[in-house]
């Protein structure tokens, strides 16, 4: 590690490098912990250097404003002592490690080396807060943006006529809803069906990010449709474009939103391919939807009486006690839903009473969950967030959309549609991330209208 | 310019962006001589935050480095102080244009116009030095240095299938042997011929630099021959690659170091490629030769006869005048070289006596040039230093190596080969850029043998 960042000569680098990530592979958990540390804290930055420059800095007399055209020269003459002292503490503040970045970044197989490094990182950010540490994530990051900007990402249409070994891994990374088997993949590429991917010059044979779309004659409403709609529509009669999954592959990319530009170069690919496609929007999961629900339920039950929040409304308290026909599945509607959502195969999906008396309640809170439930001013569904500040708003909830295991278990089911509206993609965005403004539709929000007369 | 900065609203920026780089096109060269400045002064930096941010950084205790390991957690404290000042600092430091920068190189023709604007910066700077626009140049060239990694860059070996509109360009931008007509250019691209680019996915349809290559039996010794070698040797016969035009296209990217990247990325293809092929090596112009032998004749003439230097021998004066014939060519051999070197139409590469009698001190007058001139410790040649910088020696000098109009006024027609031996290219490169060292092949020294011999 020393050697590849303390020595000039290129060949020699090129071994240093190839050495270190190839030795780093081999390295256990604990050792990749102290190596990485150690890059943090003893390949930090000089920092008796960076205060000697500064005070070098504030030493300087700043010119005064109004000598702007009189004496020109001689404030061009102080400026430049500024722009050289600035110069150099621009470069004194950068950390050694960059060194290491900026050289695995041009070296084979380095980006994805330092893609793979930033992903053990954030593993350990997640145990324990180290300040060296984070720095050192959060210039790796920096560096991540830079490199991987839209610039320099290839936008791939992926078909059936794409290597196997591309597409195994987009079998292998899908994460929203699984690829069962080559016939499900093909269908996912066939006819009615897109699936675009972000490619990197330097990674090659894989994309960083890849979405998946369905073209079709109505906003979805349950996954099902999606993946199982046999015979396809034709496609001149599809007027949305469905995204029904994007999932990226590298870890060690949190937090480089590629997503957002996927998706706009996705949406201006299918405009100009099919004009008649004028509605964009996706169906989501709602991955933090059930465990929140338990979290306000176990708290409604265990609160004093004084505080109890009324989570469940009359009619639908004795709706669901009324279902559980007085068996042994609580003594309340909130004890009744805590044990049907924990129920381990959730079995209450095979009984249409229970299905029905869940449902009023389900959907209602699921509203309030999305347009209400915030975390630092961002929604707290990590999918909502992402869709809005993407620039989408919420546009319907969609009862047993998902009855999958995972979707059962995400959120009991349920999924919503984040419309892309392409007049004001831009101006949503914006009112959401310095507002935290929450868009949605006149349908959306008539689920939670209660909710919103109660504030 | 304004809004392409201030605003958030990517749909804002877009139209800025568009019309300021329109509109900057339209502009007089006086007008964007202001604008350009404006961007550098009014664009600057915050000096007022970053002394305030200096000052709180100074105010902190730099942690005793003895605490290593005692006491880690109150160090993790008060260095997540320092990281916090340092990552505003660094913020600080950038000047508000390099968001427009920035901006600009994710938006469509950005980037080319970006090259064009410090081109013309480059040429303000030419006649005036202004310590703010020398620092925007130099934040810029950073950028472009950072966009234009190696990486993000495609090499593609051009051929006679390539688009018109492409091989257009590479006729357009030839710049070291001008191509004359289509034959010519089929000729560079056929058998025993490689044109290599490399091209950035955001400037389409044209290389940012390309370079040339012959493959030959021998170095070559003649521009001629490699132009006009017809039929040519076919091309498993060949054992040497040569390197004789390399051709940036955007003056913007001054100070850009392509050529370097691209000569060791075709030297790889070539030879994974080609086996046989084991010499790399040039043939390269002297631009800067007849000027710099002009300006000694020139002020060996002028000087008094006390610190006069004797430029010639005495065989070469005797020589020289014995060829002129005793005509009103000069009363010196200096004079006669002046006047042969200057006359217009370069009328001495008619005479064989002329030709034989300028032959000895021309050549031994140009190998001290190219090994012993210098510049701030560079070659002052300009293709000499940009092939020793890359890790080449100097090879061999080849008398009435290049005929053309501009080989005889550039260097009397003298061309040189600069070698690539593969195994010790880094080490070369190292000992020129730190200490100077020019490394030449042993038959080149014995061209001014008694030129070291003085020393």
Redesign the interface.
Known sequence: MHSAMST?????VDVALDDFSEGYFFLSPENRHKILLSLAKEYD?N??Q??EL??Q??DLQ?PSDKADDSGDHEE??S??A??RI??N??QA?KPMYEVLFERL??HPGG?KFLSDMRADILHILEDVN???L??LD?HLKEKLI??L????L?LHNITWDDPASLLEKIVAYEAVHPISNLIDLKRRLGIGRRCFGYFH??ISGEPLIFIEVALMKDVAATIQEVLWDYPPISEHEASCAIFYSISSTQPGLSGVNLGKFLIKRVVDVVKKDMPNVSVFATLSPIPGYRQWLLSKLASSEMSGSAFKENLLRLEEEKALMDASGGSDMGSSGTEVMWNLLTSKHHEWTNSPNLVSALRTPMMRLCGRYLLKEKKRGKALDSVANFHLQNGAMIGRLNWMADRSQKGLAQSGGIMVNYIYRLDNI??TA?SYLNEGHIEASSDFRSYIEDELEKE
């Not at 000039?8 to 020699?12: L, P, Q, R, V, Y």
């Not at 900007?149 to 320099?152: G, Y």
Request: hydrophobic letters at 35%.
């Open positions: 000039n000569k290129t060949e020699i930055l920092r008796t960076v205060r500064m005070k800095h504030l700043l061009e003459g400026l430049s500024f722009y600035e110069r503490l621009r503040l970044n041009t980006l180290i300040a060296s984070r720095a959060s830079t490199w900007s839209p610039a320099n290839e010059p330097a831009e101006d914006q």
